[in-house]
């Protein structure tokens, strides 16, 4: 039998302190070297008990709620610099209301009717995944 790769006289140059210490395979000469390590990942360890316990409903519904405030901020920074008041025609309706409470009326009405159309879609869902 041939072998490919080359030999080398005498003895790994590298020598070891502690004969019982695992070696790692050379690669034969001419081959490129590794790019990752020979030696196996340690494992991921399991989450402490403190940051198990940032992940919990309570902590999703804060950090919720601190995300509802800035935006509620944010909304009423807007209705505030657009105050101008504008003449609004709704069916049979006239009234007179801020441009900001308007445009933020239309994007609820807008939201609700998106919301029933997702609504309608999961009922439509639902009831094929019963008949399967």
Do not use: C, E
Not at 63 to 73: Q, S
Not at 95 to 122: E, H, K, W, Y
């Amino acid at each position: 039998m041939t072998s490919d790769a080359v030999s080398s006289p005498g003895p790994d140059p590298v020598s070891r302190a502690d004969p019982a210490a695992p070696t790692t395979p050379t690669p034969p000469a001419g081959t490129p070297a590794p790019t990752t390590p020979t030696t196996p990942a340690q494992t991921t360890t399991a989450p402490t008990k403190h940051s198990r316990s940032l992940r919990t409903r309570t902590g999703y519904t804060w950090t919720a709620l601190v995300a509802a405030a800035i935006l509620g901020i944010v909304l009423l920074i807007f209705i505030l610099q657009n105050s101008n008041q504008v003449q609004t025609h709704l069916f049979f309706w006239d009234f007179t209301q801020p441009l900001g409470v308007t445009i933020l009326l239309s994007v609820i009405a807008g939201a609700l009717v998106m919301a029933l159309v997702g609504g309608g879609r999961i009922l439509q869902l639902r009831r094929a995944a019963k008949r399967n």
